[in-house]
């Protein structure tokens, strides 16, 4: 359901560029992606550290995939958007920046999702909006079904746009869209390996680091990330996106 409604958000924002252009490049031209300059060397850090992570079960010719990897480069260029097919992207990849709405007379089943907090919104590839909640939240039987859910996302994306008159395969091809995947997705599985360190430390600990003066959080941060990224389950979930990136084509 978050895909199908990223769906309709971009469908809209298409539109409106597809029928007036000069509006929709004067509503966009001051808004600052804060991917473009924020962050690269973590994420760097990040990728490295997944690899490091995985290395143990990757096979010879995912291993060689990587050792040719510049992540300096691959971080820069998926970062910035060099393409044509640009819309108003959401950018907030946490849940806490989406609303649920659940139908209590049917066991709780998610019924709505809605889009809150703009104030990072920017001109850019869905891809961006789509590859970050993704990659911060899938696991493998998820990665695994990744075309399956764009898909679901290119349906629900060009039945809206044709409901508003835009033509799909003219506005946003399909091919595009997966083709735009291999490309600018590599910042958000940097995001979701970072994401996943988070979620695995102990949730006391967490809120105990986070709230003390920074030169105490370093001396206590450092340690728990670097026993974080040596236990198993965050060596699995490495060499699973580690894995999957090869394979879909993004490294």
Not at 41 to 51: G, H, K, P, S, V
Request: hydrophobic fraction near 40%.
């Amino acid at each position: 359901m978050i895909f199908r409604i990223y769906a309709k958000f971009h469908a809209l924002s298409f539109a409106y560029k597809h029928e007036h252009p000069d509006s929709f490049q004067e509503i966009t031209k001051d808004l600052v992606d804060i991917r473009v300059c924020k962050h690269k060397q973590n994420d760097i850090r990040c990728l490295e550290a997944a690899y490091l992570a995985a290395i143990g079960n990757l096979d010879a010719d995912i291993i060689k995939t990587f050792m040719n990897i510049d992540f300096k480069e691959t971080v820069a260029n998926a970062r910035q958007y060099n393409g044509s097919y640009s819309c108003l992207t959401h950018v907030d990849y946490r849940l806490c920046n989406l609303m649920f709405k659940y139908d209590k007379t049917s066991n709780n089943a998610l019924e709505n999702v809605k889009l809150i907090n703009f104030q990072l919104t920017c001109a850019s590839t869905p891809v961006h909006d789509l590859s970050t909640i993704f990659y911060t939240h899938a696991g493998k039987t998820d990665m695994d079904k990744l075309d399956c859910y764009l898909r679901i996302y290119y349906n629900s994306f060009s039945e809206f746009l044709q409901e508003l008159g835009g033509d799909p395969q003219q506005i946003y091809p399909c091919a595009v869209l997966i083709e735009e995947w291999k490309i600018y997705s590599a910042g958000a599985i940097a995001i979701g390996v970072a994401f996943w360190i988070q979620k695995l430390l102990d949730e006391n600990e967490l809120s105990s680091i986070t709230s003390q003066e920074d030169p105490t959080k370093i001396k206590f941060w450092t340690p728990k990330i670097s026993e974080t990224r040596e236990g198993q389950i965050f060596q699995k979930r490495a060499t699973d996106i580690c894995k999957h990136a090869v394979e879909y084509g993004i490294f």
